[in-house]
């Protein structure tokens, strides 16, 4: 008979050791610990395969629940990380909310200086800026380059609105063709708010609706762009103006930044960094070596996901073109002569007389293959298209909007 538990003397209890005692009805292996000195001898020793034959039939037998709440755990632990993600994000956002709130001029010039910044800006003595509504200040002594900005950005702007408003009423007329012919405005209201091509194009209308600043900023860097964190700007710096050789050529570029804003590519930009970020992560967490292979692999997913998102950005310029030039169009320029400001970014490149083989890191598609593919896109986008409809619109609007500057100046 084995007894449950061994007999200890009790003289002297100042030290702890561990015990392996054997239960003979549940058959499971226990650690009893005990505070002894001396040990009165054992009658008979445990054979060793019957500990191990104990412990094997104690895992078969009772193993299974463990398994099943050790593979709950682990499916929480995965899905808490996206959640935790999640909840810093919200947080983050709900600051800068306060923080805008408190004091919005001063969060205005902090962001102004991170995107002077981000082209290598460092003095804003260096930016020109001027606001569409201000139009008399196009007539001025102001910097001559910026009105020439401004003149034509707002001749892009009106064509860039005017084509977001018709894709909203596509989207409409698209919703009402599959409903009834009696359905209440409040019905037609509340299904429209779950279309997601209406809510895309609604929000390029918001977007562009208001007043837009062109800014102008001494830089070498030919850049030109849109941004989130400054709403109704559009940027160009002086190194890029001095490649563009005329008006069609800077239609042709602020039509093209213009529309990464219609299409909402900036917005889904974020969304999927943060979304790869958080992925990332999830796949750092479940390292079986407590973070051995994090350190070997931490690299090579920062590398998939700078590629991923770089071809993902070089699909938003292909889209941006596209749109772009048919912004130009409508707006009554010259497409063709406007698609040579990429065979000039081209050879500013260094590859004048050859393609330059793509990286994977590349956010941008190669000049010569956007050159060619807007030369294409030209024979239809063109002044001929338009000429009766969106490119009187814009002439006549900007007619309006200078005699009114004017009548009120």
């Not at 593979?71 to 929480?76: E, T």
């Not at 001559?144 to 977001?164: L, S």
């Not at 998102?309 to 772009?324: F, I, K």
């Amino acid at each position: 008979m084995i007894r449950p538990y061994c007999r200890l003397s009790t003289r002297c209890m100042s030290r702890r050791r561990h015990f392996v005692t054997l239960r003979p009805r549940s058959h499971q292996l226990t650690l009893v610990p005990m505070r002894i000195t001396s040990i009165q001898p054992f009658p008979f020793r445990i054979p060793l395969p019957l500990v191990r034959q104990t412990y094997a039939s104690s895992s078969s037998s009772n193993g299974e629940p463990f398994s099943r709440w050790k593979l709950f755990a682990r499916i929480v632990r995965y899905i808490r990380i996206p959640v935790l993600v999640a909840s810093v994000y919200s947080l983050g956002y709900q600051q800068g909310i306060i923080e805008y709130a408190r004091n919005p001029t001063e969060l205005k010039e902090a962001l102004l200086d991170s995107v002077l910044a981000s082209v290598g800006c460092r003095d804003k003595s260096g930016v020109s800026s001027i606001r569409d509504i201000d139009s008399s200040r196009m007539f001025s002594q102001a910097n001559r380059e910026v009105r020439k900005v401004a003149r034509i950005g707002g001749k892009i702007m009106i064509a860039g609105k005017a084509f977001a408003a018709q894709k909203q009423a596509e989207a409409i007329e698209a919703v009402q063709s599959t409903l009834p012919t009696d359905i209440s405005k409040e019905n037609l209201v509340a299904i429209l708010d779950e279309d997601f091509s209406y809510q895309r194009w609604t929000t390029a209308v918001e977007q562009l609706d208001g007043n837009w600043t062109y800014m102008l900023i001494d830089s070498q860097l030919p850049n030109a762009f849109v941004t989130e964190i400054m709403p109704r700007h559009i940027f160009i710096t002086t190194s890029m103006l001095n490649i563009i050789g005329n008006e069609d050529e800077l239609a042709l570029v602020l039509g093209h930044e213009l529309s990464h804003m219609l299409l909402g590519h900036i917005s889904e930009k974020n969304m999927v960094e943060t979304m790869l970020r958080t992925v990332e992560v999830l796949l750092l967490s479940m390292d079986p070596t407590s973070g051995v292979l994090s350190l070997l692999f931490v690299g090579s997913l920062a590398t998939l996901r700078t590629a991923f998102t770089a071809a993902h950005s070089r699909e938003h310029e292909h889209e941006a073109d596209e749109l772009g030039i048919q912004l130009a169009a409508m707006a009554c320029f010259n497409t063709r002569k406007a698609a040579s400001v990429f065979q000039k970014l081209h050879e500013q490149a260094g590859a004048p007389n050859g393609k330059r083989l793509l990286s994977f890191a590349d956010t941008h598609p190669s000049s010569s293959d956007r050159y060619e593919k807007l030369i294409l896109a030209s024979t239809t986008e063109n002044v001929d298209k338009y000429a009766n409809t969106s490119c009187s619109s814009v002439k006549s609007r900007l007619r309006s909007v200078m005699n009114t500057s004017g009548g009120s100046s």
